[in-house]
């Protein structure tokens, strides 16, 4: 397990390394803002954008665990939402649609993912995999399996 702040500055360098892919998806206008308590990852006048890191295979499950306060974000948003997924193999995305959202599995739950902080229990929605769309693809030179 790691700390909170571990996480969050990997989750930041993430941001600043799929800045240049997002731009040639998204447009030129998209800034990346680095404010941790910014409401948006990026943005521009007609986009705004969630990203959210995770360190493993985008194959390793089903679904993607997002919390729902941020899917709930969107619904307010005037601009087109997006939400983008970096996994170690690829770069992904699916804009926001309060229909399609509406039939997504939501739970109650609590995650133990680090050392150092107590997490409270908060909604999450899960995307099902197939419902991703894939802005890019990142070879996998060699993959570290567990004994087993």
Request: aromatic residues 14%.
């Amino acid at each position: 397990m790691t700390t909170y702040e571990e996480d969050k500055a990997w989750g930041k360098e993430q941001e600043k390394l799929m800045f240049r892919p997002l731009r040639r998806f998204f447009g030129k206008a998209l800034v990346h803002n680095d404010d941790f308590f910014a409401p948006w990852d990026f943005e521009d006048s007609q986009t705004a954008i969630e990203m959210k890191s995770r360190k493993h295979m985008s194959f390793d499950y089903g679904e993607v665990m997002i919390k729902s306060l941020k899917v709930e974000r969107c619904e307010l948003e005037a601009r087109d939402c997006f939400l983008v997924f970096k996994f170690i193999d690829r770069l992904c995305y699916i804009e926001y649609n309060k229909e399609q959202f509406a039939h997504y599995r939501k739970r109650l739950m609590t995650i133990k993912s680090r050392v150092d902080k107590v997490e409270k229990p908060e909604w999450r929605t899960f995307i099902p995999l197939a419902h991703l769309k894939t802005l890019e693809t990142f070879p996998i030179e060699c993959l570290i399996l567990d004994d087993i």
